[in-house]
């Protein structure tokens, strides 16, 4: 099963820029009702679709006030719960965050492991990527950052039989 998560987020100041769970030393943040972490975002959406399981914002709908300022961490473990109630489990992600600036390289392992953390599975099961926009629309003029991921579920029936 496979799923595929977009996510898009406007910069402004005054926040705290977040990716895969990591805070990055940058003037602007993410504008989200929640901490706005785009990567985490679409790994969330990719995972759920891979299930059937709706999508992100039917969850964890943005005019829901207890989700405020929620760490998307959090919300992508209560993503993984849902599948574990589905008898699945994340085989693979693969992702793309776009943007200018900051340069994710450095802290692609760090994300890795909130990641898998979150998940409960192996940072070698995840594969981030950062790319830039060649200075083109809202996030090459760095308006902006989004992400791309695509997911691999398997069922844990299917590993019990062997």
Do not use: W
Request: aromatic fraction near 4%; charge should be neutral.
């Amino acid at each position: 099963m496979f799923g595929i998560g977009y996510d898009i987020h406007r910069l402004v100041n005054d926040r705290k820029l977040i990716i895969g769970g990591v805070v990055f030393d940058h003037p602007a943040g993410l504008l989200g009702h929640s901490d706005g972490d785009v990567l985490i975002h679409a790994i969330s959406d990719a995972i759920l679709g891979a299930g059937k399981l709706g999508d992100i914002g039917q969850h964890f709908p943005p005019d829901d006030q207890r989700l405020k300022g929620i760490s998307s961490i959090e919300i992508l473990k209560k993503v993984r719960t849902f599948l574990e109630r589905s008898g699945l489990y994340v085989q693979n992600i693969d992702a793309i965050v776009i943007a200018e600036k900051p340069r994710i390289l450095p802290r692609i392992d760090d994300m890795k492991k909130n990641i898998g953390m979150a998940l409960k599975i192996p940072a070698s099961s995840i594969s981030i990527k950062g790319k830039t926009n060649e200075g083109l629309g809202p996030i090459g003029n760095q308006e902006a950052i989004a992400a791309l991921a695509v997911c691999e579920l398997a069922s844990v029936y299917d590993t019990a039989q062997g």
